[in-house]
């Protein structure tokens, strides 16, 4: 189980600030949050403008395939702020 943690429009777009997921990737992961949303079109936008923080750690360049995740992992997921 890993815990995701959605900021600003992510959090709004979400409904939740915090949520726990069963996911060995982070790719795994952004679908499972997906797939309890399934008619939040404004969420799937949201996650594709975002960037991923894994225990503090930036996810990207990886591809979310490629970023694995450990029990207990925090995902922290920051859209753009400012329009940025």
Excluded: C
């Excluded at 970023?67 to 940025?84: H, T």
Aim: hydrophobic share 55%; glycine share 6%; aromatic share 6%.
């Amino acid at each position: 189980m890993v815990t995701v943690r959605y900021w600003a429009a992510a959090k709004h777009a979400a409904g939740v600030a915090e949520e726990t997921l069963d996911a060995a990737t982070l790719a795994e992961a952004l679908a499972a949050a997906v797939a309890r949303r399934p008619a939040a079109q404004e969420f799937r936008q949201v996650l594709a403008r975002s960037s991923f923080l894994v225990n503090g750690e930036q996810a990207h360049p990886r591809a979310a395939e490629a970023v694995p995740l450990a029990e207990g992992v925090v995902i922290e997921v920051l859209p753009p702020f400012a329009g940025g």
